[in-house]
């Protein structure tokens, strides 16, 4: 079992940045597969980035490619996302999620951080 708790966000206006982080629960965390989804209101839930595990590689959504940059510190168990040049399109409730093979659905998920940014 794996928990994920998401934090970072907040209300930013545009243009600025923010960085969310995904703290995660047990010891064998550079074996799973991390990804950042996000979901706006009346929206599905959208890929953001995803960090292959056993040293893969870093993939993005083309809304996120050259703004966002997704990063892990094995160490501490912890996903970031840092957003920048952030628009008010990217308001949304961000969450991690984690699965232990690279391919299949994600297993776990966090609950999530909002984040707003203001026109």
């Known amino acids: 079992q794996v928990q994920l708790v998401e934090s970072g966000g907040g209300l930013v206006q545009a243009g600025g940045s923010l960085r969310l982080s995904c703290a995660a629960s047990?010891?064998?965390?550079?074996?799973?597969?991390m990804g950042w989804f996000r979901q706006a209101p009346g929206q599905e839930r959208e890929f953001v980035a995803a960090s292959i595990g056993r040293g893969g590689s870093t993939t993005y959504s083309d809304s996120a490619k050259g703004r966002f940059t997704m990063s892990r510190d094995n160490a501490r168990n912890t996903v970031y996302l840092q957003a920048n040049s952030l628009k008010p399109e990217d308001t949304a409730v961000y969450s991690c999620?984690?699965?232990?093979?690279?391919?299949?659905?994600?297993?776990?998920w966090g609950q999530g951080t909002q984040v707003t940014v203001s026109s």
């Open positions: 999620a984690a699965k232990y093979w690279s391919a299949g659905a994600y297993e776990y």
């Open positions: 047990g010891r064998t965390f550079s074996l799973y597969t």
